[in-house]
């Protein structure tokens, strides 16, 4: 089974500054897929960011950002120039290609302070 | 832009009647979820649907629960017997098929409160 583990329950970061969210997982797939979901307190769960397991550059979109190591089976999330909005849970999850299960961390409360 | 929609957003219900948790998933999605989140604890998986049958459940999905796609359109989570463990935020998503750009795409939530 895979399992996935975010080790920071609570994370907190200046507004403007930069934090990065921790995640690994484990599996013994060759293919896969990891993404990073933000849950404000509306509840929904929102994509951020997602990474393909065979594709060696990290993905980036806009002030996300992940540095992912496949070997070390780890997937962190960094967030350049925090915004008050960025404050959540961030979840990070991970799914297979043929099955489409996906699997998600414990998840990380994010707090951006003004 | 399309969206997965969750109906009840609520709902409270006695111990042991049963609930149908009620999604509608994006129109031309294939795959279907339904995830639970006891309150401030993780997201967890229950099942997840495909042609028109369990694709795969976690141990948590028993034989309490049950889902169904009665009308192709709709997809339905059933509790028989609700227990107060089972008060929860009940998360419907859904995908388009498989491979990287298949984003799952979830719903609001239900918010079930047995009683």
């Known amino acids: 089974a895979q399992t996935v583990t975010q080790s920071q329950p609570e994370m907190s970061v200046q507004e403007a500054e930069t934090v990065t969210l921790s995640c690994t997982y484990d599996?013994?797939?060759?293919?896969?897929?990891l993404f990073w979901y933000k849950q404000p307190p509306s509840r929904q769960m929102i994509l951020v960011i997602r990474q393909e397991a065979y594709k060696q550059q990290n993905a980036t979109e806009n002030r996300f950002s992940v540095n992912f190591q496949k070997a070390a089976k780890s997937f962190s999330l960094k967030i350049s120039d925090s915004q008050l909005g960025d404050a959540a849970m961030y979840f990070c999850?991970?799914?297979?290609?043929?099955?489409?299960?996906?699997?998600f961390g414990a998840g990380t409360r994010l707090t951006v302070k003004p | 832009e399309p969206e997965v929609t969750q109906t009840p957003s609520h709902q409270v219900t006695q111990m042991g009647q049963e609930v149908i948790l009620r999604c509608v998933p994006i129109?031309?999605?294939?795959?279907f979820y339904w995830y639970r989140q006891i309150l401030g604890q993780k997201v967890e998986f229950l099942v997840s649907f495909y042609n028109n049958e369990i694709s795969e459940k976690s141990e948590i999905f028993d034989d309490q629960f049950s889902v169904e796609r009665p009308d192709g359109s709709n997809f339905t989570l059933k509790i028989r017997s609700t227990k107060l463990e089972d008060s929860a935020m009940y998360f419907c998503a859904s995908i388009i098929g498989k491979g990287m750009n298949t984003e799952a795409f979830f719903g609001q939530g239900t918010r079930l409160t047995v009683v």
């Open positions: 599996t013994s797939e060759s293919d896969y897929y």
């Open positions: 999850a991970y799914r297979t290609y043929n099955n489409n299960d996906m699997r």
């Open positions: 129109s031309n999605h294939l795959y």
